[in-house]
């Protein structure tokens, strides 16, 4: 490992303007005079005045990737440091992940050179650490269970079957199930003792597994008696989710006897609250190879979810291989100094890239498979495209002023242009090539955050709109989105979309399931309107939010503070009218991963609020006990 050269320290402070000031420090830590250069860092707290700096020069700015001169003539020998001031802030930093992501110097010859960044510092403000996340919690019933079951009716044993085993004369399909469950679990805890055996063991416990066609499809049944177990199942997503039970029983009384026991009489009866129980990841602003995304999915099994949510594609990178167009995956990648697509969220001195080759795909839609999860893909369009624009210039209308709307991350003209001609014959041949890799019923298209007055200076678009007799962004966003839906609907998918699909006429209800992110209030609203929901509200399960407001706690804070108790507590069917509950389908986590710089803050900001979303998804509301959760959540396997 090289030692830093030069480290940027940054701090923030309210200054008496709107949002404050930043002050960096750039320290000249090598052994040689430092001069004739640039500075880039890249900050979610962006800079949007031109004359916004003492002692810098504000050369450029693209989303949350800014650069700066130093003052003419300026020299940092070794040892010495520079500071400049910036104002003119879009909004306030809340946070210590508000600051300076990463930085890079670039040298007159043009080469790039790491800079080490710091957590942002306040000053005239205090910064307190975070409260404990979690309380110690309480029990009444000594059982590691997360979800927790609608009903369990059992008495605690004493000691542990050593292992659990298929009664003799198991079928084999019964006998695969506990193999692949006895998998996911070596999977998730390497180093635990094993929950299964295929073989008898005469200090084990033989399970006695039976087909009920009268349980609900993903519900199951356990009787529990000192000689045997009896599993009953309607499907094999019920099995799996009673052997899992039968897991984390085992798992939770080995890895804390003190609290948690294994059942020796009585019954769990089961089954899910919710059909759409899901999860999705944001691949785009930073890279999970195939093996972190794969984790996931075990996680998300062990706790029950069923719906892998893939956001594939996105300003910053679009990461799936379509084979008809290779440069979404060379250019819509590549993130680096002098590349098309420049550095965001972390990115220094060295390129990064990242996607997934088909291959791959396939791969993990079949590991998901084989868990019961199934992988919902999402291309974010029309809005979220810089990264496919910039790999297929020719998607872009050439007479459309530049920089004519800025998306509320700050990047110039990233919509696909309803206009235009290539971007239906492109989006046909990537629903082609997705139709083949993606069984699901569902192909989810975005349709976020357009920027209001996007197009308007596309003269391809004025057009369009004067032919169909149509006013405005939303108008057109509409008129684009409808055809879309029929390119889905002509391939046997339905389209998902989040809530701002609706705007503008929205596509029609019929087959279309929309998510409402931006609040709860939206999910209502659409209901209303005839849309089946799924509720993911970033106040609550957006779990890129920081867990509390202590400026040590990291994270983003524009949807506020989301403590893993109100993650919890939160009844997404809450305010529903009885008239409309029908119409929502489920709940579903966010991993938005601006900030997930590390396996470190992923595993910080996710758990414990994925599995209290978990909860929250499989257990009936009267049996959510946050002090029950708080217990068990420790155990949960993490990334
Ligand atoms: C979103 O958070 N823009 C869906």
């Not at 079951?149 to 003799?168: M, N, R, S, T």
């Not at 440069?327 to 969220?345: A, F, I, K, M, N």
Request: proline share 8%; net charge negative; charged share 20%.
């Amino acid at each position: 490992m090289q030692p830093v050269a030069y480290r940027l320290e940054s701090a923030w402070q309210p200054d008496g303007s709107p949002n404050g000031c930043f002050t960096f420090t750039l320290f000249n830590l090598s052994e040689a005079p430092l001069s004739n250069f640039r500075l880039v860092y890249t900050s979610l707290t962006r800079v949007i005045g031109k004359d916004a700096c003492k002692n810098a020069t504000f050369l450029r700015r693209n989303a949350n990737f800014h650069e700066f001169a130093p003052p003419e003539g300026l020299t940092l020998q070794p040892g010495e440091r520079w500071t400049f001031t910036v104002g003119y802030l879009h909004r306030q930093a809340r946070h210590c992940t508000d600051g300076a992501k990463s930085a890079y110097v670039t040298l007159s010859d043009g080469r790039h050179v790491p800079v080490a960044v710091s957590d942002l510092l306040v000053e005239g403000k205090i910064s307190e650490p975070p409260p404990a996340r979690l309380p110690a919690g309480r029990l009444d019933l000594p059982f590691a269970l997360l979800p927790w079951p609608e009903v369990i009716d059992a008495l605690p044993g004493e000691g542990l079957p050593v292992v659990l085993y298929p009664a003799e004369g198991t079928r084999p399909e019964d006998i695969r199930a506990v193999s692949a469950v006895l998998a996911l679990f070596h999977r998730l805890f390497p180093a635990r003792h094993a929950p299964f055996s295929l073989m008898p063991s005469g200090q084990g416990r033989r399970i006695v597994f039976a087909e009920n066609g009268d349980l609900a499809p993903e519900g199951y049944g356990l009787q529990f008696s000192s000689g045997e177990i009896r599993l009953e199942y309607a499907s094999s997503a019920g099995r799996q989710y009673g052997l899992t039970t039968l897991a984390q029983l085992l798992h939770g009384a080995r890895a804390d006897p003190s609290r948690f026991s294994f059942p020796v009489s009585g019954s769990i009866s089961d089954r899910p609250r919710y059909g759409w129980r899901g999860c999705h990841l944001d691949v785009s602003r930073q890279f999970y190879p195939t093996a972190e995304v794969m984790r996931l999915i075990d996680i998300l099994a062990w706790f029950k979810l069923n719906i892998f949510h893939w956001h594939l594609t996105d300003d910053e990178a679009w990461r799936l291989e379509i084979k008809a167009y290779p440069t979404l995956s060379t250019l819509g990648v590549l993130r680096g100094p002098d590349e098309p697509l420049l550095p965001q969220l972390g990115n220094g001195a060295e390129p990064v890239g990242g996607f997934y080759s088909q291959d791959e795909v396939k791969a993990i839609v079949a590991h998901a498979a084989g868990l019961h999860v199934e992988v919902v893909p999402e291309v974010d369009i029309p809005g979220h495209s810089t990264a496919a624009l910039v790999a297929l210039p020719e998607l872009a209308d050439g007479q459309e002023a530049p920089e004519s709307y800025h998306s509320v991350q700050g990047y110039p003209n990233n919509a696909l242009n309803p206009a235009a001609p290539f971007t239906y014959e492109f989006l046909e041949k990537v629903f082609d090539e997705m139709a083949e890799l993606f069984p699901s019923r569902y192909i989810h298209i975005g349709g976020d955050e357009v920027a209001d007055g996007s197009w308007l200076a596309s003269p391809m678009a004025r057009r369009l709109m004067e032919e169909q007799g149509l006013s405005g962004t939303f108008a057109l966003q509409s008129y684009f989105l409808k055809k879309v839906k029929q390119m889905l609907m002509a391939r046997g998918r339905m389209l998902v979309g989040w809530n701002e699909v609706a705007h503008g006429g929205g596509v029609g209800t019929e087959g279309t399931l929309l998510m409402a992110w931006e609040n709860p209030k939206v999910g209502i609203e659409l209901a209303r309107a005839g849309y089946d929901v799924v509720m993911t509200p970033g106040q609550a399960y957006y779990l890129d939010m920081a867990q509390a407001e202590a400026w040590q706690e990291p994270g983003a804070s524009w949807a506020g503070t989301a403590t893993p108790e109100h993650t919890y507590a939160y009844e997404a069917e809450g305010e529903f009218p009885e008239e409309l509950k029908s119409r929502m389908k489920g709940v579903q986590a966010c991993i938005w991963s601006e900030h997930f710089l590390s396996r470190g803050y992923f595993n910080h900001l996710v758990f414990p609020r994925l599995p209290a979303i978990a909860e929250a998804a499989w257990t009936p509301k009267v049996k959510k006990d946050w002090s029950r959760f708080a217990a068990i959540a420790p155990l949960s396997p993490t990334l």
